[in-house]
């Protein structure tokens, strides 16, 4: 399984960007695709998380109602949808997948290459 994760770019406070991870290979049926972000000095970080079957997802706490992820089966792409984007948002993001419902960073297999958010006051 290889990631792509796109869409990262520079923002202004109050914006909103979309970043994209696009897998190929096999996905099973059951996996699950989470977002992390790791800001310069700081330790990776869980933003939230989809299973590919249900589409349940569960985000951080300091994610929910900003941040929504879904998916395309058909085009095996997961997608974040950052809204009301403050500078504490400016990371990179990265995608990953692995069978665990979970948080924690080390549960997932495969991690995309991750893509730079930059939010400006």
């Known amino acids: 399984v290889q990631l792509q994760a796109s869409g990262g770019g520079l923002v202004q406070t109050g914006g909103s960007l979309r970043l994209a991870c696009a897998a190929s290979g096999r996905i099973l049926t059951n996996y699950i695709t989470g977002w992390f972000r790791q800001a310069p000095g700081k330790e990776r970080e869980f933003v939230g998380l989809?299973?590919?079957?249900?589409?349940?997802?569960y985000y951080a706490d300091s994610m929910k109602g900003r941040f929504t992820i879904s998916k395309d089966n058909a085009k095996k792409t997961v997608v974040l949808q950052m809204n009301s984007l403050k500078p504490e948002d400016t990371a990179l993001y990265y995608c990953?997948?692995?069978?665990?419902?979970?948080?924690?960073?080390?549960?997932?297999?495969?991690w995309g290459q991750g893509t730079q958010v930059t939010v400006s006051s």
């Open positions: 990953a997948t692995g069978p665990a419902f979970s948080n924690v960073a080390r549960d997932y297999e495969y």
């Open positions: 989809i299973r590919w079957s249900s589409g349940s997802t």
